[in-house]
């Protein structure tokens, strides 16, 4: 243990956890995926998944990485046995493919809060067309999302507990400051009791499996599950942790700050008389609004200092990201760290390069004829998270329920958490995993499948 390094203590790992769950996907990917799906429904449906199956496969992760005390491949190997290392290999392939689409919409992100700073963000008018253009012209997206892969880098080689747990402690309870500050501002412009109602009064018409599918994806994206970053997380925790405690906080601190998004952009979106439905660029379009409001100076700073800390969330989870690759490389391989995260960087930018041109940038990334006239960007997003994470949910129950059983699973929580075993919370957490995460996510996932490639849906 003590040589692959370790989490100072509890809050630290609570903290790095949280910080790899909290990111883009709350920011930027919750509020736009809710727009497009029925807004309050979308809500409740994701709030459900959220605590209902992804909270237990949270549990289940951080368990079977401090029983193993390994990278994601060699947990399963050690744990399973022979072929169930494969179950990691998948997750730190989907780790690397998401990874090299995530560095591009920081690598905007980025750009935002330079070109809002210091540069005339603000002084465009029609922010929809600014993004368009934005995220067309490949010379700053190169430029920033490098430097966001570089600064991830640097972290990922001084190991675990440097200067991020830290960083976190700081950083996190300032971004849900000025989130509230947001909100609040936000609620007094006109018709944003639109945008609340749009948001908080489930319209149950709206409820279909397209609103499903996209909630449970993002739910495990959100909460980073279904791909082994919690298992290579767990394997740097000590046995007197109280796994079911630390994963129900992470669960709370990642629901809230996509829930407080929400609740920031959705009146914004009324009041600015913009849609909902608009899709992937929703936070950059429409957030800049509020802050040119504010006047030159005070937009410049609040609106600056928001996107630095979009930036540093997002560096928290691009961080636990690159981590899962370099600790399998590291554990099973036994290569030097520092090399290792840095070939991997390289590689990851490198294959980001389609996605990052696939938004105008070059036209046949940008529409995908064989995948309905998508970007490269929505396909990678699509395969290797909203169909592989919760699919990476489903085989990581699968395999807790029928090869290390959760009789084991209790006993390695029972050692930080001593009245787990027959408490409530552990029943919870077993019928989830034996019965219906297996059921319901293999379900979901053979109705993705043949609705993708045979046009049959059986709901
Ligand atoms: N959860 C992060 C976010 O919401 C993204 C992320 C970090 C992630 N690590 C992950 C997603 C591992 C899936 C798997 O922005």
Known sequence: MASRGGFSNRIGFVLAAAGSAVGLGNIWKFPYEAGQNGGAMFLLVYLFFTFIICYPIMVGEISIGRRAGKDAYGSYKKIG??????LGLFGIICGVMILSFYNVVAGWAFGYFLEISFGSLLKEGDF??????????????FIFSICFMIITAFIVVRGISGGIEKASRILMPTLFIILIGLIIYSLTLENAMDGVRFYLLPDPSKLNIETIYSALGQAFFSLSLGMGALITYGSYIDKNQNIATSAAMITVMDVSVAFLAGLLIFPLVFSQGQTPTEGPGLVFVVLPGIFEAMGPLVGRIIGGGF?????????TSTISLLEVPVAFLVDEKKLPRKAVVWILAAFIFLVG??????QGAVEAFSSLSWYDDKSFLDFVAEVFSDISLPLGGCLMSIFIAY????YNMSEE????YPAYKGSIIE?????VITILAPIMLGLMFINTMLSKFFEISMF
């Open 81 to 86: 046995g022979g072929r169930w290392g494969i």
């Open 403 to 406: 090869r290390w059983k959760t």
């Open 307 to 315: 996107f630095l800390l979009l930036c540093f969330a997002a560096l």
């Open 427 to 431: 029943k919870f957490v077993n019928v």
């Open 128 to 141: 929809g067309a600014f993004f368009g253009r934005y995220t067309a012209d490949y010379g700053d997206n």
């Open 413 to 416: 929580i029972g050692n930080g």
């Open 353 to 358: 390069l389609p996605s990052m041109l696939s």
